[in-house]
C-alpha cells in the first residue's frame, strides 16, 4: 500500500509541475501568451519583462509553491526518498508540461521550490549567490545556471542525504539542460539584461 501512495504522489507531483502558472496568469491578467513575447519563456523573468512585475512575482509564488507541495507530498508518502522522486518528478513536469505539448520552462522557480522544501540550508547559501551574479552582470539566466550548477556540490558538502543529493543534481542538470538558448545568447552577447522590457 505504501507504494501505491507513492506512484499516487509521483503522479501528482508531475501534475503538480505541469500546470503552467506563467501561462494562465498571463492569459487571466491581460489576456496575454507570454509564450509570443520576450523569450517566449513561461517563467518568471519573462512574465517581468511582458507584464510586469506582479504578475512575475505571483508566477514565483506559484512557481515555488508546486515544487515545495511535491516535494512535501513525497515525504509523506514515503520519506526522503518520496520527497527526492517527487521532486523530479515536480521538476520534470516543469521542464515538460502535459499541458503544453510536453514543452515548458527553464526549472528555476519549481526548482527553488523543490530546494526550499527538501534542502532549506542549501537554498540559504545559493540564494546569496544568485543575487549576487544577478546583481552584477545583470543576466537572470547566469545566476540561475551557476547555482543550478552548485547545487548538488552545496547539498554535498551540507551532509544531506544521498538521496537530496541526487535530486540536487537532476534538477540542476536540467535546469542546465533547458537553459541552452540562454547559454547560446550569453556566449554571443544576445542575452537580454535584467530590466530590459520584451519587444
Do not use: Q
Not at 492569459?27 to 509564450?35: A, H, N, Q, Y
Not at 513575447?37 to 507584464?51: E, F, M, P, Q
Not at 536540467?174 to 545568447?185: G, M, P, Q
Amino acid at each position: 500500500m505504501k507504494y501505491v501512495w507513492l506512484l499516487a504522489a509521483i503522479g501528482s507531483s508531475y501534475i503538480l509541475g505541469s500546470i503552467p502558472f506563467g501561462y494562465v496568469i498571463g492569459k487571466l491578467w491581460k489576456g496575454v501568451d507570454v509564450r509570443t513575447k520576450g523569450s517566449g519563456n513561461i517563467g518568471a523573468t519573462n512574465v517581468l519583462r511582458v507584464l510586469g512585475l506582479g504578475p512575475a512575482l505571483l508566477v514565483l509564488c506559484c512557481d515555488l509553491g508546486k515544487g515545495a507541495l511535491s516535494v512535501y507530498l513525497g515525504v509523506l508518502a514515503n520519506g526522503t526518498w518520496g520527497g527526492a522522486l517527487c521532486g523530479i518528478a515536480a521538476a520534470l513536469g516543469g521542464a515538460y508540461s502535459i499541458f503544453l505539448r510536453f514543452r515548458g520552462g527553464k526549472g528555476i522557480g519549481v526548482g527553488g521550490g523543490i530546494v526550499i522544501a527538501s534542502m532549506p540550508m542549501v537554498a540559504a547559501v545559493l540564494a546569496p549567490v544568485w543575487v549576487g551574479v544577478v546583481w552584477l552582470t545583470r543576466y537572470v539566466s547566469l545566476g540561475s545556471i551557476i547555482v543550478a550548477g552548485l547545487a548538488p556540490v552545496a547539498a554535498y558538502a551540507l551532509h544531506y542525504p544521498p538521496e537530496y543529493v541526487i535530486l540536487a543534481a537532476t534538477v540542476g542538470i536540467l535546469a542546465i539542460i533547458k537553459h541552452y538558448s540562454n547559454i547560446t545568447r550569453l556566449i554571443s552577447g544576445k542575452e537580454r539584461k535584467l530590466g530590459e522590457k520584451a519587444e
